[in-house]
């Protein structure tokens, strides 16, 4: 079978409290980083994060570079990628640090985030709506208008680079598909198919879930996307193997981490979640890929990381 790609949700919006392991600093990030990338991952995303109180600065450019040039000095081939500001609805505004991070050849990210539709961020805990860490509950409409899709497509292909194309819903799938039918989305995509216990929206977290983002990945012509499978705000660490696993055997990839799931992850660093991802990679005769090995299968350019 293929190489498994995993990747790591490293931070997120976790809180201390809950998951003491999550780094902040860029600092502390940049040593989880390396840590994951020996344990055996591929491909990082991470916020930046205010050092002392962990408040999220997803746009902050100075932050995410220092965190990237560490790792990049340690001479580690790692893919890195940002997260932007969900808050934000001028798209310049949205996605100016993405594009400094992609033209800075000290960092030359490859991937670009980009959350394929508009849903509600809103989550359900301890019986009662809250907002999430990254938006009021005023403004819990997540807006990904059409016209920043079609935008940050074009800005990603000029550069070379990648798009992360996160799904939260089975319609963002359907505009996936017709990305590609259009020709503004390239082949070779990586789609994020989230399912999430806490937030509310898409498909539940369970294989049957799964199965049907797989169902719609085959009919709507996908089945050649490299797919990753991203349980979300899932406080069992049960139903998390169980998706993991699921995915593993249907041919997929996996991301992991503190930062998805801060309550499952018990305590756990990110590299304890890499490793034991290889062991189920390897229990069902898949090997981890290496971070050229998903250069190549992305159609990213030999070499092209910054590494030195």
Not at 223 to 230: I, K, L, P, Q
């Amino acid at each position: 079978m293929e190489t498994l790609v995993i990747e790591v949700g490293l931070n997120e919006g976790a809180m201390r409290d809950e998951a003491p392991t999550v780094p902040w600093s860029p600092e502390e990030i940049a040593d989880d980083v390396l840590t994951c990338a020996e344990a055996g991952a591929a491909v990082v995303h991470f916020h930046a994060r205010d050092p002392e109180t962990g408040a999220n600065r997803m746009d902050d450019l100075a932050a995410y570079t220092e965190a990237m040039i560490r790792v990049r000095r340690a001479g580690c081939d790692i893919l890195m990628y940002p997260t932007y500001p969900p808050y934000e609805n001028d798209v310049d505004r949205r996605f100016h640090h993405v594009l400094a991070l992609a033209d800075d050849p000290e960092t030359a990210v490859e991937m670009g985030p980009l959350d394929m539709g508009s849903f509600n961020l809103i989550s359900w805990v301890g019986g009662r709506f809250t907002e999430t860490s990254y938006m009021p509950i005023a403004q819990s409409v997540y807006q990904n208008p059409f016209q920043h899709l079609e935008r940050m497509l074009g800005e990603y292909g000029r550069r070379g680079m990648i798009p992360s194309m996160a799904v939260f819903e089975p319609g963002h799938l359907r505009t996936v598909a017709a990305f590609l039918a259009s020709g503004q989305a390239r082949a070779g995509l990586t789609l994020k198919l989230f399912l999430s216990e806490q937030w509310l929206h898409g498909l539940l977290p369970d294989r049957a879930g799964l199965d049907a983002y797989r169902h719609m990945l085959d009919a709507l012509g996908l089945g050649n996307a490299e797919w990753f499978c991203v349980p979300y705000a899932v406080t069992e660490r049960k139903v998390v193997d169980d998706l993991l696993e699921a995915a593993v055997v249907a041919g997929g990839h996996v991301r992991v981490g503190v930062g998805d799931n801060p309550v499952a992850s018990g305590g756990r660093a990110n590299a304890d979640l890499v490793r034991e991802a290889v062991a189920l990679g390897r229990a069902h005769g898949r090997e981890p890929a290496s971070p050229a090995e998903v250069r190549a299968r992305f159609g990213l350019p030999a070499g092209s990381s910054p590494a030195r």
